[in-house]
């Protein structure tokens, strides 16, 4: 079963998130938290923040034990950009592009598996099931 957690228009460049999320991509959910707590920077607070969505997505919607979740796929995508700028000598402008970023974690999980119930109705004889006195199927 996949689980999917997003967070749209973060404000991080893809490039920094995306050295991050290199360190964690494919491990498992647990793992990857703890990894993520170890670090010292915005981006791996960004994605442990998206981490923790998809985990209790996990458990809360689709009944999924936490230990049995790893990261399918982790990406990081380029969301739009804010333009400012700075004003230098000489009247010139300088362009500053604040870049923004998507995240999407992919979780993959294996449900438990329910034993089914197998329970045998008790058949009626073909006998009793013709009532006696009426033909089927012939005139009388």
Do not use: C, W
Not at 12 to 21: C, E, G, H
Not at 101 to 109: M, N, P, V
């Amino acid at each position: 079963m996949e689980v999917i957690a997003q967070t749209k228009f973060v404000r991080q460049t893809p490039r920094k998130l995306r050295l991050v999320a290199a360190e964690i991509r494919g491990l498992k959910a647990l793992e990857a938290e703890i990894i993520l707590k170890s670090f010292n920077k915005k981006a791996a607070r960004l994605l442990l923040k998206t981490l923790r969505q998809g985990i209790a997505n996990a458990e809360n919607n689709f009944h999924l034990e936490k230990d049995n979740l790893k990261i399918k796929r982790l990406e990081i995508s380029k969301g739009p950009q804010m333009k400012r700028y700075r004003f230098v000598a000489k009247g010139r402008v300088h362009q500053i592009l604040k870049k923004m970023a998507h995240i999407k974690i992919i979780l993959e999980g294996e449900e438990e598996k329910k034993a089914k119930k197998s329970i045998k109705k008790e058949k009626k004889p073909v006998s009793a099931k013709i009532k006696k006195g009426k033909k089927h199927g012939t005139k009388n």
